[in-house]
């Protein structure tokens, strides 16, 4: 489950990502819905703090990251 030097940047994000799936529960009634705290603490957000968990993991993992965001609904 570690992420380690050895690891591509594929593997690395893909482990980020399966984290956050298996451990955070989308929940828009959370109070910090939006922010890596509701990931990390109450394990519960919406996508705006799950993409902000990832980008927060990334980061201190040496992925150059960034987050790309719309506000359309189609």
């Not at 109070?31 to 201190?60: E, H």
């Amino acid at each position: 489950k570690n992420i380690n030097n050895s690891m591509t940047e594929d593997q690395k994000a893909r482990k980020i990502y399966d984290w956050l799936v298996d451990n955070v529960i989308y929940d828009a009634q959370e109070t910090y819905n939006q922010s890596s705290y509701g990931a990390f603490i109450d394990r519960r957000c919406v996508c705006g703090g799950f993409a902000n968990a990832f980008m927060s993991l990334g980061k201190a993992c040496g992925l150059e990251i960034g987050r790309a965001s719309c506000r359309e609904r189609v």
